[in-house]
């Protein structure tokens, strides 16, 4: 469980994100020099924070190993969706992705500050659920970018099939985040696929290590699970089924991780 000063750092942590989102909003219309810099300090100041209070979390627990409480996995999704926003806009900048991510990295600090406090289910430490911890919340945060890119989709999309030109420079053009959003995609399916597979074999485990019970098949996050993963085969499907490009694989993409969402709170009340 977090300390008092561990959560003090994490409002922290929340406000200058939440800063830093508004900031970005305000870009979208106005992206002089003095406020693409106020952004890009309050993303990496709120990323500093966030990976000095892993740390902190970390010294304060028995064993190092990520992800083993509900606490630090939620951050360090947060923090990993931040720093690929620090990488993507340093490297090859797209214009709003920063304010898009950012209710999303929001959200899952606010979820740890939530869920945190409340003790882990008890999981069989094997090799199998190492690899379903890390391969389900990497898909999660594949699919927050999917959605985030998506979100933009739609929006650029609206404003061109309505003549009105995006104020400021745009998101960039429809392909760019069509193929973003098809990537994220991509990974976040691949790793939803091994999570999946790991965590069906610890339900059918004939060991007694099964924490589910015998109607697993019944509880709400593997339901959500599975139709996070029908949603997002249907939008790997689009490139040869062209009626499901553009527009309806955006919404897909955002439908998903809606999923997504309400799988990551099951997970908090089902073992």
Known sequence: MPTAGQLALLIASIAVFVLG???????????????????KVCLYFGTVLGIGLLAWHGATRPNWAPLD????????????????????????????????????????????????RTKPHSYAETPWMLVHRISAYGGFAAFAVA??????????????????????????SLERLENLSFTAVTLGFALLTIGLVTG????????????????WYRKPKVLLAFGAWIV??????????????????AMLSVLGFFLMIGTLVAVQYVG
Not at 80 to 87: C, E, M, N, R, T
Not at 233 to 240: E, G, K, N, Q, Y
């Open 21 to 39: 989102g508004v900031i970005s909003l305000s870009r979208l219309r106005d992206d002089r020099g003095p406020r693409r810099l106020a952004a």
């Open 69 to 116: 409480d509900n606490f630090d996995a939620l951050v360090w999704l947060a923090i990993l969706l931040s720093l690929f926003v620090a990488y993507t806009q340093r490297a090859h900048p797209l214009r709003g992705l920063d304010f898009f991510v950012m209710p999303i990295v929001v959200l899952l600090l606010m979820l740890a500050a939530v869920f945190g």
């Open 147 to 172: 959605a985030a890119v998506g979100t933009m989709y739609l929006i650029a999309n609206t404003r061109l099939r309505q003549k009105r030109a995006m104020p400021g420079g745009g998101f960039g």
């Open 200 to 215: 069906l074999v610890r339900a059918i485990d004939s060991h007694g290590n099964n924490l589910l019970g015998p109607d």
């Open 232 to 249: 997002y085969a249907l939008v790997l499907h689009s490139p040869i089924n062209p009626s499901f490009r553009g527009r309806r694989a």
